[in-house]
């Protein structure tokens, strides 16, 4: 399994304001889909929540976890996650998994 480390150390990271433990992934290209960035071997789960406008699309890692949000337009906002940070967001969304 993939962990947050080589993911973090794959990418430019930048700390999501007020959220410890959550990052926005830089850099990348806008329609770069989480199926890309992690390969065939990793679970990815999609939600459709009242809280998001957008598709939530969740993988967990060893240490962490995914959280990307496809917009209606294809394109990406991805984001990396400490544990903690992974399932903090995933309550605020209303998601378990």
Request: glycine share 8%; proline share 3%; with cysteine.
């Amino acid at each position: 399994m993939i962990t947050f480390d080589q993911l973090a150390n794959r990418w430019k990271l930048r700390p999501i304001r007020n959220c410890p433990g959550r990052f926005i992934i830089q850099s990348l290209p806008a329609d770069m889909t989480l199926r890309e960035m992690l390969g065939s071997e990793t679970e990815i789960q999609t939600f459709k929540v009242s809280s998001a406008k957008d598709t939530v699309l969740v993988a967990q890692v060893a240490g962490g976890g995914m959280i990307s949000y496809q917009r209606a337009d294809g394109t990406h906002l991805h984001t990396l996650n400490t544990a903690d940070g992974f399932e903090r967001k995933l309550h605020d969304l209303g998601i378990a998994i």
